[in-house]
């Protein structure tokens, strides 16, 4: 009995602490939200060698179209393959959807071609973020467009900040330069702790197509 009474005294401590740290936290989380009084759009990098990236972009972009908003998806670089993500939110009116690459830059393996591509797209999104009827733009792997130096950033730069006050902007991509990082409101950065590729398992619809 003694033993059992013991465990009892145990649990309740733990309780105890428990209960102790989450109310604590709680007060933390609470006084962090009412500090955060201030409404207006943001932009998201995600960058680093991880998975994910894009997959976290079009995971707001569902979560956007929840909310009923108008969205523009333009993907750089990709282009040769169609993706899952292209024949789902192709189907959403709400969504304007570009794939304007030739693939990615150790296929293509041409800098002209590469630049020449890259300032149609980006023609494109200029269009979109002066536009204050999108809600959000996706700029799916424009981070590796800036790390090539296809386009230049103060000119990106420029643009993100002139865009509508409430338009969110998501930017994507390996490699995102300093200036964009210090710019944006939030950044992750995805790190690559394992992958099925390195043990040769080939892509796989719904993973990585």
């Known amino acids: 009995m003694k033993a059992n009474d013991d465990d009892s005294a145990t ?3 733990r309780a105890v602490r428990h209960r102790d740290r989450m109310r604590h936290k709680k007060a933390v989380i609470d006084q962090g939200i009412e500090r955060a009084t201030r409404e207006r759009g943001v932009v998201v990098v995600h960058s680093g060698n991880g998975k994910g990236k894009s997959s976290a972009g079009f995971g707001m972009v569902a979560r956007a179209l929840g909310h009923g908003m108008r969205v523009g998806v333009l ?3 990709k282009g040769r393959h169609s993706t899952g993500e292209e024949a789902f939110f192709r189907r959403f009116p709400e969504v304007s959807y570009c794939v304007m690459g030739d693939g990615y830059t150790w296929e293509t393996q041409d800098r002209d071609r590469d630049i020449q591509t890259a300032r ?3 023609t ?3 269009q979109w973020l002066e536009d204050p009827a999108y809600d959000m733009v996706l700029l799916d792997e424009l981070n590796i467009v800036l ?3 296809y386009l230049a950033l103060e000119e990106v730069l420029r643009t993100l900040g002139a865009r509508p006050p409430a338009q969110h902007v998501i930017i994507t991509g390996r490699g995102a330069p300093g200036e ?3 710019f944006a409101d939030t950044v992750t ?3 690559e702790v394992k992958h099925a590729y390195r043990a040769g398992i080939r892509a796989q619809k719904g993973i990585e197509l």
Do not use: S
Request: charged share 25%; aromatic share 10%.
């Open 180 to 182: 964009l990082i210090a």
């Open 147 to 149: 790390k090539h130096r």
């Open 75 to 77: 993907q750089f670089i």
């Open 189 to 191: 950065e995805m790190r």
């Open 124 to 126: 494109t999104a200029v």
């Open 120 to 122: 149609a797209a980006w």
């Open 11 to 13: 649990e309740a401590v």
